[in-house]
């Protein structure tokens, strides 16, 4: 029986700075909604804050090492949020579909994306410059605060609240689109590849653009296949 063509969407490096995401940053956002939150119970808030610092030490230590170690997947990554075209306006509007096929069970015609769709620019341009935001303020509120002027540590605090709220109810809905589209949770969580048929359908114009085959004795031509260059 032949097996089904694959393609690599998320190499290694990716994925484990994902898996760190998940170990640094969400703990550190839903601590942070308990501390937003101030609920009744002081000992509960300062348990929430000691989760809230190690999530934050993890996600901070992760994202050094991840554009240290892997400076090309964060350069094609910020090449990949950056390019936008009408496709991608029209894409929005109508919500990549994703309205209709989980309410109504029924697929509308959406255009043609590359390898991440307008969605995953959007959170990918959020998480991004509010992620920097999140660890810069952060930080300097918790370790500089003594010398930081009155004044802007007030909008820091203000800024990582709003912001670091913003970022995390993304994050959750973010988390539970992968959910819903099995593949894409399946490869960032698995081995990183993916159906190509999966692909041809949800990122037509990736593997149009920068798909090319692998030709070896252990790789049949048409079973193997890898993206031209880092994408």
Do not use: C
């Not at 609920?39 to 808030?45: I, T, W």
């Not at 209709?100 to 990918?124: A, L």
């Not at 109810?169 to 988390?175: D, P």
């Amino acid at each position: 029986m032949q097996q089904e063509p694959r393609i690599l969407r998320h190499p290694l490096a990716s994925r484990i700075f994902h898996w760190s995401l998940i170990l640094g940053f969400l703990p550190a956002a839903l601590s942070g909604f308990v501390i937003w939150w101030k609920p009744e119970g002081e000992d509960f808030v300062n348990l929430a804050m000691r989760i809230h610092i190690i999530g934050a030490t993890i996600f901070t230590v992760a994202s050094i090492l991840f554009t240290i170690l892997a400076t090309d997947r964060v350069v094609a990554f910020i090449r990949h949020i950056s390019e936008w075209t009408m496709h991608d306006v029209r894409w929005l509007m109508v919500g990549g579909g994703y309205m209709h096929k989980i309410v109504f069970k029924k697929e509308i015609p959406v255009p043609p994306m590359d390898k991440m769709n307008s969605g995953q620019k959007s959170m990918g341009a959020l998480m991004l410059h509010g992620g920097i935001f999140l660890m810069v303020s952060g930080w300097l509120l918790y370790a500089f605060l003594p010398i930081t002027p009155r004044e802007i540590a007030y909008w820091l605090g203000l800024g990582h609240e709003w912001i670091g709220l913003l970022l995390g109810v993304s994050t959750l809905a973010h988390i539970g689109l992968g959910i819903y589209n099995q593949a894409e949770f399946k490869s960032m969580f698995g081995d990183g590849t993916i159906p190509l048929a999966v692909a041809e359908k949800h990122s037509p114009l990736w593997v149009e653009r920068h798909v090319e085959p692998i030709v070896s004795d252990d790789a049949p031509q048409e079973q193997a296949l890898q993206e031209q260059s880092l994408g």
